[in-house]
């Protein structure tokens, strides 16, 4: 079975600095896909960045880049030049079984100090 | 603003009523889902489907019932919750079935049962 975890059930970082959330995974699939959600209060998912089982680098989408390290099964989101607007729920997830499904993690609460 | 638009946003509805949930999606996608995120608890997959055709029931009770009347509209017909069915329901589209494409999400509808 496919599994998501996220351990960091909360984290702060100062604003300006840089932060890591921490994501593992555990699937026997060989193809898979890693996406990284980031949930405000308002309740909407919005989409940060993916990462393919097969891809060669790392992703990167501006101050997002995910940390694949494939033999260790996590995937970690680090976000640079942390903002105020960057405090909200962040969700690992995993795209697998050939469909579109994606499995999530519990969340972290990333609380961004000015 | 999203693409996928989801109403009510708020809702509260007694254990007896029937309500629904509608959630529309205007960005030409053949996949549409439903998921649950309850306080404390990964998101849940309830739902999928994929050009009209329910290809996911991910063990939902019957008084949560689907309908995907186009690929652009999924309803979410409720009867008979029970309080621990208060939860944020999310609605999700995909350009199609199993590519390496994120899900994009509706800003969801906020769930109480009194």
């Known amino acids: 079975a496919q599994k998501i975890t996220q351990t960091q059930p909360g984290m702060f970082v100062q604003e300006k600095e840089a932060v890591t959330l921490d994501c593992t995974y555990d699937?026997?699939?060989?193809?898979?896909?890693l996406f990284w959600y980031k949930q405000p209060s308002s309740g909407e998912m919005i989409f940060l960045i993916y990462?393919?089982?097969?891809?060669?680098q790392n992703a990167t989408e501006g101050r997002y880049s995910l940390n694949f390290q494939k033999a260790r099964k996590s995937a970690n989101l680090v976000i640079s030049a942390s903002q105020l607007g960057d405090s909200a729920m962040y969700f690992c997830?995993?795209?697998?079984?050939?469909?579109?499904?994606?499995?999530f993690g519990g969340g972290t609460r990333l609380m961004v100090k000015p | 603003e999203t693409g996928v638009t989801q109403t009510p946003r708020h809702l509260v509805m007694g254990m007896t009523n029937k309500k629904s949930l509608k959630c529309e999606q205007h960005?030409?996608?053949?996949?549409m889902y439903w998921y649950k995120q309850s306080a404390k608890k990964p998101l849940e997959l309830m739902f999928v489907?994929?050009?009209?055709?329910?290809?996911e029931n991910n063990s939902v009770p019957s008084r949560f019932s689907p309908e995907c009347p186009n690929s652009s509209h999924l309803f979410l017909h409720l009867h008979t919750l029970q309080p621990e069915d208060s939860a944020l329901y999310l609605c999700?589209?995909?350009?199609?079935?199993?590519?390496?494409?994120?899900?994009?999400f509706g800003q969801g509808t906020r769930l109480t049962v009194v």
């Open positions: 997830a995993m795209r697998h079984n050939a469909g579109n499904m994606l499995t």
């Open positions: 990462q393919g089982s097969y891809d060669q």
């Open positions: 699937t026997s699939d060989p193809s898979y896909g």
């Open positions: 999700a589209s995909s350009p199609e079935w199993g590519g390496d494409t994120e899900a994009f």
């Open positions: 489907y994929n050009f009209k055709e329910q290809t």
């Open positions: 960005l030409g996608h053949n996949a």
